[in-house]
Each structure stands twice: as C-alpha cells, then as structure tokens.
C-alpha cells in the first residue's frame, strides 16, 4: 500500500482510497478516487504493484443494508502531532493486513464495514 500511496501522492492531488465490505458477502472491495483524467494513471499503478489485479471504472457502492442502522467513527489525538501514527516501517509489521484481516470477522449478511483514508497534500509551507 505504501508503495501505492507514494506514486499517488505525485500526482499532487487529493485522493480517496477506501476498503469495504459489502452487507451481504464477505469479498473485500478496493476503491480509489482520483480526479478526473488521472484514472488510467491510477490503474496503471495499481496494475503495475498488483499483477492479477482487476481495475474497473464504477460509479458509486454502498455497503449499507437499506433498513439497517449505520455507525461511523472517527479518530483525532488529544494533542496536535506532526507524525503522530508510526509507519509501517517503525511498526515493524504489515499494519494494513491487520486491518484488513480484521475486517473479514463480521457476518456475511447483515454487515458491512468500510475504511475510508482521504489524502490531501500538504501545503507548500510544509514542504523542504
């Protein structure tokens, strides 16, 4: 993911990257948002880290059931860091499979979960 996140970012762009989980199922989707005209640029990377990968332009996907009940959370430090989450390098660990192994424990039907990391570049004031 890293590696994914790092050829994004030079796009200098905002982008969204989400996993989910339908409400029904329990095979876990990948979706990516970039701007328009930076899609094919986007799939060629993920193609390019991910061999057997398939990359298809959607619309939209909701993991909600339309008579459950949703739930979101949030998280934010009581102090304001600069780096306040260690990196999968100071982890030691592949912290993304632990998310995501994590997410394949709720019910195939009735469910459904997502994780949604928006990333905006910073502003040139905090660049070398």
Request: charged share 20%; aromatic share 10%; proline share 3%.
């Amino acid at each position: 993911m890293s590696q994914l996140f790092s050829a994004l970012a030079g796009l200098r762009e905002s982008f969204v990257f989400e996993v989910a989980v339908p409400n029904v199922g329990e095979e876990i989707s990948f979706y990516l948002t970039v701007s328009r005209g930076k899609e094919e640029f986007a799939i060629r990377q993920i193609q390019g880290l991910w061999k057997d990968a398939q990359a298809d332009l959607v619309s939209d996907f909701n993991i909600f059931h339309p008579d459950g009940v949703a739930t979101a959370v949030y998280l934010q430090e009581k102090k304001s860091y600069v780096l306040p989450i260690r990196t999968c390098l100071e982890a030691g660990v592949d912290t993304f499979s632990t998310i995501i192994s994590n997410m394949t424990k709720i019910q195939i039907a009735g469910e459904g979960i997502a994780l949604q990391v928006v990333v905006k570049p910073a502003s040139s004031s905090w660049e070398n």
